[in-house]
């Protein structure tokens, strides 16, 4: 296990769409268990491979107060959302100091692969649907400044935090 390295903003690699995973096996698993120990370091609750500089559709959360229930998520789908929204004030490993309350669907669908490349569906409600989308979004090349202002954007760039 390892910690790695994380990409911060405004890094362009960060905007990078990431790939399905195809193949399954040992470097997967050891991907999988160095962004486990990587987002436990950093005390997050989420972390995907682009944050890493992989570009591979690979996401890891734990809401746990322990460290004790982590979810992997290979090429994760959301294939239904609620119509209603919530509003969480997020926070990213790549862009430290900075949170917005960002609005997501309060409850949405998910259909993913495990680290073994099992396919399974799950729902996610709350504050695990929402940081589950903001990783998803990751994947797709989104971090929370796309969801900033110009000038809440320029004050970040502004600020002592890089
Ligand atoms: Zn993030």
């Known amino acids: 296990m390892a910690i790695l390295g994380v990409l911060r903003y405004p890094d362009p690699r960060l905007s990078k769409s990431a790939h399905p995973v195809e193949v399954f096996g040992h470097a997967l698993e050891e991907l999988v268990s160095?962004?486990?120990?990587?987002?436990?370091?950093?005390?997050?609750?989420?972390?995907?491979?682009?944050?890493?500089?992989?570009?591979?559709?690979?996401?890891?959360?734990?809401?746990s107060e322990n460290q004790s229930s982590p979810l992997v998520l290979i090429n994760p789908m959301v294939s239904s959302a609620a119509p209603d929204h919530s509003h969480f004030e997020e926070g990213c490993v790549s862009i430290p100091g900075f949170y917005l309350p960002?609005?997501?669907?309060?409850?949405?669908?998910?259909?993913?692969?495990?680290?073994?490349?099992?396919?399974?569906?799950?729902?996610?409600?709350?504050?695990?649907?929402?940081?589950?989308?903001?990783?998803?979004?990751?994947?797709?090349?989104?971090?929370?400044?796309?969801?900033?202002?110009?000038?809440?954007?320029?004050?970040?760039?502004?600020s002592a935090h890089r």
């Open 102 to 158: 960002i609005r997501r669907s309060r409850s949405i669908q998910i259909e993913a692969l495990d680290a073994q490349g099992h396919s399974f569906s799950m729902i996610a409600e709350g504050w695990l649907a929402a940081c589950i989308q903001h990783e998803i979004d990751h994947l797709n090349g989104q971090t929370l400044m796309d969801h900033a202002t110009m000038k809440q954007r320029s004050q970040y760039r502004r």
């Open 34 to 63: 160095d962004m486990l120990e990587t987002m436990y370091h950093h005390q997050a609750i989420g972390l995907s491979a682009p944050q890493v500089n992989v570009k591979k559709q690979v996401v890891v959360v734990d809401l």
